[in-house]
């Protein structure tokens, strides 16, 4: 069973600074990652895939890395709709992470 | 513009049964893999179950499996969520949810309708 931690839980930044995400896979799931943001009240909306592709529609100050364990979503400079909760999932066994609440410092 | 909206969300009594449709519009329903993915209140995201394209090849959460079933109708460009011997731990919303174009990553999601489970 593949497990992904999400890290740290809450991260706190100030408007237009840069948010760095953290995801780790208990084992490889090579580049079978994807990032969702949620809003309070709303569904999930994809962002990323294959690690590093961003979904249509998805602003450029969104980027992902990694691949094998270890994982990072970059937020380059937040704006005020970007303060939300971000999952990643390992979509290869459906496999989500806790979420990480970016909130506003 | 993909839509899915998802309903038949309600109270129902521990123990109870209760089935969950996804209307799909603005796709080709029958060439995406299809999901239902929960989330508990205040909680994170729980994926329950995904189907194929053709409901070819179907799996389940360990959670879920043996009580819930899922299906589509691609004529009728609909998903379906059976649930039976429903627990108070089943109590979340759940997201009718298409699989991507490359992967099996979640392209698009409904905005969910909420199951209580409840004496």
């Known amino acids: 069973e593949i497990v992904m931690t999400q890290s740290p839980a809450t991260l706190s930044v100030s408007p237009g600074e840069r948010a760095t995400l953290s995801c780790r896979a208990s084992?490889?799931?090579?580049?079978?990652l994807a990032w969702y943001q949620q809003k309070p009240g709303q569904a999930p909306r994809l962002l990323i895939y294959g690690a590093s592709t961003r979904a249509p529609g998805i602003p450029a100050r969104f980027s992902g890395s990694g691949s094998g364990t270890e994982f990072t979503l970059a937020i380059s400079s937040l704006q005020s709709e970007d303060f939300a909760v971000y999952y990643c999932q390992h979509y290869n066994s459906w496999t989500f992470g806790q979420g990480t609440k970016v909130e506003i410092k | 513009e993909v839509q899915l909206a998802e309903s038949g969300g309600r109270l129902v009594q521990p123990g109870g049964s209760l089935r969950l449709s996804c209307a799909a519009s603005g796709l080709t329903f029958s060439s995406y893999s299809m999901n239902w993915v929960r989330q508990a209140p205040g909680k994170g995201l729980e994926w329950v179950s995904y189907i194929s394209s053709s409901s070819s090849t179907i799996y389940y959460a360990d959670s879920v499996k043996g009580r819930f079933t899922i299906s589509r109708d691609n004529a009728k460009n609909s998903l379906y969520l059976q649930m039976n011997s429903l627990r108070v731990e089943d109590t979340a919303v759940y997201y009718c949810a298409r699989g991507g174009y490359y992967g099996d990553y979640i392209a698009y999601w409904g905005q969910g309708t909420l199951v209580t489970v409840s004496s």
């Open positions: 084992q490889s799931v090579s580049s079978s």
